[in-house]
């Protein structure tokens, strides 16, 4: 097992993977902006390193920054967590070049499942259903029109770099498809420094269902069951939720083998998430995340496994250490991201947060780096924690997750727990009646 960890990223998760490390007896380096010098995860770790000022391409982006940091404090490994370098095949493999293992899967892993158009037809090749669309990128808008008219409008045009619902736009109909495929491409060009696009059809009703697996360098892999993430605004998650509402045993269990029966085909290592859409019955593959997902603990809370020491477990070369048949699903778990914004307008308000108060009890379980007099940097995502709470059935869950929000104190920082304390009063909530839409019509983002 590795003796020194350096963790690649900030915020709660870099708090995590701390946990992780330290209950394995592994200790820890975290690296840093000067925006982040009084954060909780750089107070926690054994030793921290900072890597530049606040924009992260100049820190938390800045790859020779990050490898020096490991060579100076003996890192063996890096974690990278989510967003920032953890899909990026080019730190992965720079890591290996520089002796560090990559805690992660194969850069090549990463880079096939970060071109959409090579996922798609991998996770094809791998007998995955997908969503019908291009085989390829589309070059023209003759090429979208012909293809609206063969699946059947409305398509969905999006970017083969895409990430966070960024470059994505419907297209109702073919005098549409003009104007819908230019504004996406300037958005994917400036998102991603990559203008290739590709289409989909639209599916107008669907549940976001994604399958959370785990592969060694032993050849095994499972899955960990599912996650619905259906409550999205502006394509990014909200709230979510395990198991599904929308999902019976047989469906579970066809969907989680063929996932995991995937991976083991593609020998991959580590641990990641297969993202489908749900609807009418059908599954339909969209993308491969190939890290740790933020929404990771409800599967945790209803599992029992730690997925972080798992990951660990796996770059040092250890088997897993359970098989399908042992893992067991029990109760219920729900995440709601506490994100610093105002719960109506949803505008980032980041500043000093002056009273903090967590829920506690049995079933509850709070991933965040907030302390009261902390004050919270305007450079980085709105997110500032994440409250988790699990119980044996989904009503004893949302009983609990109602108590929890009452008692969670955050002040002198707005916050989206009113928001999360409107979604769970809902009765289409409650009875599990949602599909990707509900919550934008719910905040009035559509009709
Ligand atoms: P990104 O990588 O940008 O997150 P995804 O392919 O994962 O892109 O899609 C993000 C979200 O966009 C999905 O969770 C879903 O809400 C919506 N979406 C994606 N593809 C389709 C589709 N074909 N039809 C309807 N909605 C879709």
Redesign the pocket.
């Known amino acids: 097992m590795f003796e020194k960890v350096l963790i690649a990223n900030r915020g709660e998760i870099a708090l995590r993977i701390h946990r992780a490390c330290r209950e394995m007896g592994i200790q820890t380096v975290a690296v840093h902006s000067t925006a982040d010098s009084d954060a909780m995860y750089v107070r926690l770790a054994d030793e921290s390193v900072c890597i530049g000022p606040p924009p992260a391409r100049d820190s938390y982006l800045n790859i020779p920054a990050i490898l020096s940091a490991a060579t100076i404090a003996g890192a063996d490994a890096i974690h990278p967590g989510y967003g920032f370098l953890s899909e990026n095949a080019r730190f992965a493999e720079l890591a290996e070049e520089h002796g560090f293992t990559f805690i992660g899967p194969t850069p090549e892993h990463i880079r096939t499942m970060g071109d959409?158009i090579v996922a798609k037809q991998t996770a094809a090749a791998l007998g995955l259903p997908l969503?019908p669309?291009s085989p390829g990128p589309v070059e023209s808008i003759e090429e979208i029109k012909a293809l609206g008219d063969k699946i059947g409008w409305p398509v969905?045009i999006?970017?083969v770099a895409?990430?966070?619902?960024?470059?994505?736009k419907?297209v109702e109909s073919a005098d549409q498809a003009e104007e819908a495929f230019n504004l996406a491409r300037q958005e994917a060009i400036a998102a991603f420094g990559n203008g290739a696009m590709y289409v989909?059809?639209?599916?107008?009703h669907?549940r976001?269902i994604e399958v959370q697996i785990l592969g060694d360098t032993h050849g095994n892999a499972v899955h960990l069951g599912e996650r619905d993430?259906?409550l999205?605004r502006r394509?990014q998650?909200v709230l979510e939720e395990t198991p599904s509402p929308a999902l019976n045993k047989e469906m579970r269990d066809y969907i989680g083998n063929l996932a995991a029966d995937a991976v083991r085909k593609m020998g991959y290592r580590g641990a990641g998430t297969l993202?489908f859409?749900f609807q009418d019955g059908q599954f339909?593959f969209?993308?491969m995340n190939t890290r740790l997902q933020v929404e990771h603990p409800i599967t945790e809370a209803i599992t029992g496994i730690d997925l972080v020491r798992e990951q660990l477990r796996i770059a040092a070369g250890e088997p897993l250490g359970f098989t399908q048949e042992d893992i067991v699903f029990s109760g219920h778990a729900i995440e709601c991201r506490v994100n610093a914004e105002n719960p109506e307008t949803f505008v980032p308000c980041p500043g000093r947060v002056t009273d903090y108060h967590t829920p506690g009890g049995l079933g509850i379980r709070v991933d965040s780096g907030l302390y009261a007099g902390y004050k919270m940097p305007p450079y980085y995502d709105s997110m500032v924690a994440k409250l988790i709470v699990s119980g044996n059935s989904r009503n004893e869950c949302l009983m609990r997750l109602r108590r929890a929000l009452e008692e969670y104190v955050i002040g002198g920082i707005e916050t989206t727990i009113p928001l999360h304390q409107r979604i769970i009063a809902q009765p289409a909530f409650i009875d599990g009646a949602y599909d990707?839409h509900w919550l934008e019509r719910l905040v009035g983002l559509k009709k």
Do not use: D
């Open positions: 959409k969503v669309g969905l999006k970017a895409g990430g966070g619902g960024r470059g994505m419907v989909e059809k639209y599916l107008p669907p976001h993430c259906s999205q394509h998650k993202e859409l339909y969209i993308e990707i």
